[in-house]
């Protein structure tokens, strides 16, 4: 670690990383807050024959597809001048959405957006860990899933707001001044350093075959669910022949996107696996309580928004302590400490709102919510302490991309197997009592899902206890 990024100073270490901080609020704040203009649209765009809901999905493709080129790029060209880059660009795409005359701008702005979005997610992690003494990483790491909650939680409120004050196009207009003060404190704040691959190219070639297949990926994992069909088996071959160009590229080129060695670590791949499923339970409440809450228990829909609330306000207030913890047990203890809470709480979701309604409900949520930021935090620290300093910036985009997947598939899996236990019983019965079982069913198997990560977390456990003892055996 170069000496000029260590720090003990506590003011210094705020100073430095309020800009990263800021970028993932903001980040999460435009998956969100996006999501309330949509009813808006089709009024001030007519005939334009695009689904509105690609507004949101633009920017969720533009993040998924470049978050591992660009954390790559942060680690050639320098993880301050990526975020930058990004920063501009988030605000560039705000500005195009604003001043957007028709829905197709507004989609291709939004997809610019992205763009920006997947540096600010990706080069914060690899800040902290840069930055930050090893004794003091978790810390941080909690405190930036923290921002990730807040800006997730704050956008449907702060944007609905906003459009019943003004109008969908002030959403946009807002985000603009909150990434100039972003930027301005990157500038401020974060060294210019000399990175380690001045003598690198950047792999074009396979940054380009790579965000193809990953684009392509994901848009097949979210129409799988709805069965197979002729696009189905179009983007399959699609993903499928882009990822083995992107392997070939890789093998033969000098300075890969993802060095093929990094896949070998048997840590990082159990991590991503963990990640990936824990991503997948965590979206299944988002896209699953709000029927749950609507349907089953006959909520309005301004007490729907305040039950689904509580999750992401306990997640902003437990993040720092769940750094805390995983500095104070190491992180690879905490991680099975997380699974093993998120089992008991996905269990707790299965049969507390079937028993006592909303309030069942709420307190589940608040178990799980907690449970989830312990985890991230120590999966996290674990698997960015492991990553050497030429290749921190892919390892967190690797990261966020086992995350972004796990959503992309919970939204979509986990809704549809909710729907399908909905459907067993048929037309008979209450409908609100057919929800609440579906919705018992749909998180018993989540929480055998979550059994599977806790397994994995033992795994890993014991792969790193066995390295000591390898090394002493070689001595």
Partial sequence: MSASYISTDRDKTLAFLSGPCLSIV???????????TLPELPGSFRDHGFNPALVVSAYILATTALIVPVGRAGDFFGKRVVLVVCLCLYTLGALLAFQAPTLPTLITSRFVQGMGAAGMMAMPLALVRDFVPSGQVGRWMGAMGTMSAIGTASGPALGGAVVA????????????????VA??????????????????????????????SLAALTFLVSDLVDGFDLAIAILAVAAGGAFLAFLW????????????????????????AMNAIVSLVMMGILVVGPFF???????????????????????????????RLTEGIGADRAVLVGASAIVFATALMAGLPYILGLAGFVLAFVMLSPSYQIFLAALNTSVMTQASEQDRGVTSGILNLSRNFGFILGAGAVSDLFWSLARVGGN??????????AMAGTF???SILSLGVVALAVLLHRHQNSIPRIENGHS
């Avoid at 996107?257 to 670590?265: D, F």
């Avoid at 008979?428 to 079982?437: E, F, K, L, P, R």
């Fill in 26 to 36: 903001l980040a999460s704040l435009g998956t969100s807050i996006a999501a309330v």
């Fill in 165 to 180: 004050a003004f109008s969908w196009r002030a959403v946009y207009l807002l985000q603009i001044p909150l990434a100039l």
């Fill in 183 to 212: 930027l301005a404190l990157c500038l401020l704040f974060i060294q210019n350093l000399r990175h380690t691959n001045e003598h690198k190219e950047f792999d074009l070639p396979g940054a380009s075959v790579l965000a193809i």
């Fill in 249 to 272: 590229i890789e093998k033969r080129s000098r300075s890969p996107i993802i060095p093929l060695g990094l896949l070998r670590s048997a840590h990082l791949r159990i991590s991503l």
């Fill in 293 to 323: 809450l609507l349907d089953g228990l006959e909520l309005t829909t301004t007490q729907m928004g305040l039950a689904m609330s509580v999750g992401p306000i306990a997640s902003a207030l437990s993040g720092i302590p769940a750094g």
């Fill in 428 to 437: 008979a019965g209450d409908t609100s009592v057919q929800i609440s079982a």
């Fill in 444 to 446: 018993a198997i989540c």
